[in-house]
């Protein structure tokens, strides 16, 4: 079996990140299409507590639009939550600059997912990952290591390993 990959120049830490988001704040970054099973939703959840308790921090979600791209809008709408960016369609191009920009790349899937290009994607610009502890992700991250790992649909856990992470430059970094 030959695992998929990604193009390490075109994905490279030397991108210049999205000036816009470079104000100090901890950027969290989801990439994936707004779909159910990629669990923006316990993302969304999460977020509330990280916000709470780390203050300082956005999240920017980028994807292309789907049927659940309005009730994820209008869910962060209603919060009134501010620091909650949907960019939509990122072209292949842009996205490592998302990337650059990212301090923590978050991808909570529920499960289905047979491997986490995202995953490599975020490893090739050297960005520190939470994801969740599926088959298709363990297969290509180690809890600890490469990733922080949480069980899928766990908000709680899913908070607190983006806390860890947010709160722990040093540990963002190894």
Known sequence: IIPNGVDLEHFSPGMPPIDEFCDGKVNILFVGR???RKGVDYLLSAYQRVKREVGHCRLIIVGPSTRWSQRYEKQVKQS???DIV????VSHAE????????DIVCSPATGR?????VLLEAMAMGKPIVASNIEG??????????????PPRDEQGLAQ??????????????
Not at 95 to 102: G, K
Not at 161 to 174: G, H, M
């Open 34 to 36: 707004l779909e159910k």
């Open 80 to 82: 009134g939550s501010t």
């Open 86 to 89: 949907f960019r939509g369609y």
């Open 95 to 102: 996205l490592p600059r998302y990337y650059q920009t990212a």
């Open 113 to 117: 997912e047979s491997f986490g290009l």
């Open 137 to 150: 992700y363990a297969s290509v991250v180690t809890h600890g290591v490469e990733a922080l790992l949480v």
């Open 161 to 174: 390993a983006l806390i860890s992470l947010a709160t722990n430059a040093t540990v963002r970094q190894e």
